[in-house]
């Protein structure tokens, strides 16, 4: 066990502690003479921000939005591809390939068709007649939002198709022909036996994802930079600012502890709420 434990303590106990330390720390690289131990001061500072509650709400309805679409979305295109059709294999490779992409190149690519000015979104409502003129998709309040969600579904539809795909192509044919026999419809197919026994699988990539999304900031970085006005920002990108651009250190890392402490919180709820230690245990 010594070097598996010795690689945990070091690739990722080391960092933590350390940024723990940092985080009691007045670590501004604009005054660079005058680091020293602040106590608690900025974890104090996260109650006194106006702007991090806002980031905080934004998060939330970003991982929601997010990760419930690409759930609806993989479930159905997994139950799709678990059917035999002309083609198949076509169309599995296409759904497919959105998780080989880069999460900044599907910014940009986002970032292009919801752009004001020849954006394509915009060429095409304006053909339709359902507006009038240009909308700022990304630059106005209202719609910020709207865009980066949009490029994060589409990319991360995928990853709950192949889970899905894989727990579906698990169960046993003969289950799902007894309880057709027995005068289950399709409904309760569903409901009944194809749910209960992906319901492990169901748990852990909500959870993964959750996770995954909360802490993805590349495609909001790329479209706007969580402006305007911190509309679209979120906590990983609020932390990068932090860090990187105000150069303020110790908040930073006082603002990524806090993150890390609301995931632990929600995998402790989940997990509990869900029951994922008996999920397997009616299979």
């Known amino acids: 066990m010594s070097p598996a434990i010795i690689i945990i303590v ?3 106990g ?8 940092i985080s009691l720390l007045n670590y501004n690289l604009l005054t660079p003479g005058d680091i020293y131990f602040n106590h608690f ?7 006194q921000d106006k702007e991090l509650s806002m980031v905080i709400w934004n998060s939330v309805k970003w991982v929601f939005c997010v990760v419930s679409l ?8 997994a139950m799709i591809l678990n059917t035999k ?14 998780w080989a992409v880069s999460g900044f190149l599907i910014g940009l690519i986002f970032k292009f068709i919801f752009n004001q000015d020849g954006g394509i979104l915009n060429t095409v409502l304006i053909s339709l007649h359902l507006i009038s003129e240009p909308i700022s998709w990304l630059g106005t309040e209202k719609y910020s939002m709207a865009g980066p969600i949009a490029a994060m579904v589409w990319y991360g539809i995928p990853f709950f198709g192949i889970m899905i795909l894989a727990a579906l ?11 057709g026999i027995d005068g289950a419809n399709g409904v309760q197919l569903f409901f009944m036996i194809i749910i209960p026994l992906v319901k ?12 995954w999304v909360f802490n993805s900031p590349d495609v909001i970085y790329v479209m706007t930079n969580g402006g305007p006005a911190n509309t679209s920002n979120i906590l990983p990108l609020y932390v990068f600012n932090q860090a990187f651009y105000t150069l303020d250190f110790g908040y930073g890392a006082a603002v990524g502890i806090l993150m890390m402490f609301i995931l632990a919180v929600y995998a402790v709820i989940y997990l509990h709420i869900t029951r994922y230690e008996s999920t397997g245990e009616n299979e």
Do not use: H, W
């Open 169 to 179: 192509q698990s169960i046993s044919t003969d289950i799902l022909e007894a309880a």
């Open 10 to 12: 070091v690739l990722m």
């Open 85 to 98: 059709f002309f083609g198949k294999g076509i169309y599995q490779a296409v759904t497919f390939l959105p």
């Open 70 to 77: 690409q759930f609806v979305l993989g479930f159905t295109i």
């Open 41 to 47: 001061q900025n974890y104090l500072k996260l109650f």
């Open 14 to 21: 080391y960092p933590f502690l350390d940024s723990i330390r």
């Open 200 to 211: 492990p699988t169901i748990v852990m990539t909500l959870l993964l994802r959750v996770i």
